[in-house]
């Protein structure tokens, strides 16, 4: 989709005389005076968005980040993804940097109807060897860095900010520098309200403009920064090798039906706001730490009861049904064998709608619900026995 690398680290521009602006973190209670800023000077961002970190609430049910988010779009800005929980990706199991991309997207589609096809790992990290790069490629995300940081998080008081502005001053004044991607954080009231006024002064000076990481990528096809239940596939074929490793090439082909799953896409909900699962993943283990239902999905599908059975080790079986698709419930009889069923729960959300079609969108959701609960239910193994029978499935 589009002509930006989906296999490369992107850290500059492409387009020379700019710098692309970005805000990571947010939204916060600083964000609204941010976009009143970058308004009066005619300048845009990228907001690299978290789902639910720092204790703001879930972006897509906690005012006023819905409306904020709504305000970027309509303000030209670009959105685009910091993961949910703000975890560092390399870190972490596959399955749960899928949920971390995933949970977002379907926040991003609740408040929007869309969601971004750009995003920034958090702390930078996402290795090859991990295998972060191969699930950004599969979701069909730019990873996108920087080439100027100004570490407005290491000078957060009145008293250190100006130590950001040296960075951004020295910066614009190299002679052989023609463009940079920086970044900022709108959670940093003194990098909102000090450095960023001050920051657009030296770029408007120097005769620059602050634009967004599409915008200085030279994709100027806006429909290229996010998709949506009616977008178009995306096709990632090898083509050339550079310096940096295989770049790729980005085919858009449109859907045949609304109801098929694009290839490289993921789950998305236009009727359910997920709950906000804090997790943290070693050797398939996952630790939950707290759990919030948003919504309350209708039980307007199949829902089948398992039949326990005597063997020792039984099979899994159907807790939501549609379709060809069965979601299964793994057996367990333990804490650790509980939170292996629920990530394999999880995971097994991400192929709903290859299977069931997207019309089925609505048992998706309700199948994600039960792998909530049984997230929560693990948590109880620790004072008590569990299993998947006493669970209910």
Not at 135 to 147: A, I, K, P, S, W
Not at 238 to 245: D, L
Not at 317 to 328: D, E, L, P, Q
């Amino acid at each position: 989709m589009g002509p930006i690398t989906y296999t490369d680290d992107i850290y500059d521009c492409v387009q020379t005389g700019v710098v692309a602006l970005t805000y990571d973190d947010g939204p916060y209670n600083y964000t609204s005076d941010l976009l009143d800023i970058l308004k009066s000077y005619g300048y845009q961002a990228t907001f690299f968005i978290t789902g639910n970190n720092n204790g703001k609430g879930e972006i897509d049910i906690t005012a006023p980040y819905p409306s904020l988010i709504q305000r970027m779009i309509a303000e030209g800005h670009q959105v685009a993804s910091h993961t949910w929980s703000h975890y560092a990706l390399s870190n972490i199991s596959h399955d749960l940097r899928m949920q971390q991309m995933v949970k977002n997207e379907m926040a991003f589609n609740n408040i929007i109807g869309k969601w971004p096809t750009y995003m920034r790992p958090p702390y930078s990290d996402c290795t090859e060897a991990s295998g972060c790069w191969a699930d950004m490629q599969t979701l069909g995300y730019h990873r996108v860095y920087f080439d100027l940081d100004t570490q407005d998080y290491l000078n957060p008081l009145p008293s250190q900010i100006q130590n950001s502005k040296n960075i951004v001053q020295k910066a614009l004044a190299s002679t052989t520098v023609v463009d940079y991607l920086s970044i900022q954080h709108d959670i940093v009231q003194q990098s909102v309200g000090n450095l960023s006024s001050f920051y657009f002064d030296q770029i408007k000076a120097k005769g620059w403009k602050g634009v967004t990481v599409g915008d200085c990528l030279g994709d100027t096809d806006r429909t290229n920064w996010y998709r949506s239940l009616n977008t178009t596939s995306i096709s990632i074929t090898p083509s050339s090798t550079s310096a940096k490793g295989s770049a790729v090439s980005a085919t858009a082909t449109s859907s045949s039906t609304g109801t098929e799953k694009p290839p490289g896409a993921t789950l998305k909900s236009t009727s359910t706001a997920l709950s906000s699962v804090k997790s943290s993943t070693s050797s398939a283990k996952t630790s939950t730490n707290s759990l919030k239902s948003s919504t309350t999905v209708k039980q307007s599908t199949s829902v089948v009861a398992a039949t326990p059975t005597k063997s020792s080790t039984p099979a899994a079986t159907c807790a939501v049904s549609a379709g060809n698709w069965c979601g299964k419930i793994s057996p367990f009889t333990n804490m650790l064998t509980c939170q292996k069923s629920a990530a394999a729960c999880y995971s097994d959300t991400l192929k709903c709608a290859t299977t069931a079609g997207w019309k089925n969108l609505k048992t998706c959701g309700t199948f994600t619900t039960i792998c909530e609960k049984l997230t929560l239910y693990c948590l109880k193994c620790v004072k008590s026995s569990c299993s998947n029978a006493a669970f209910g499935y």
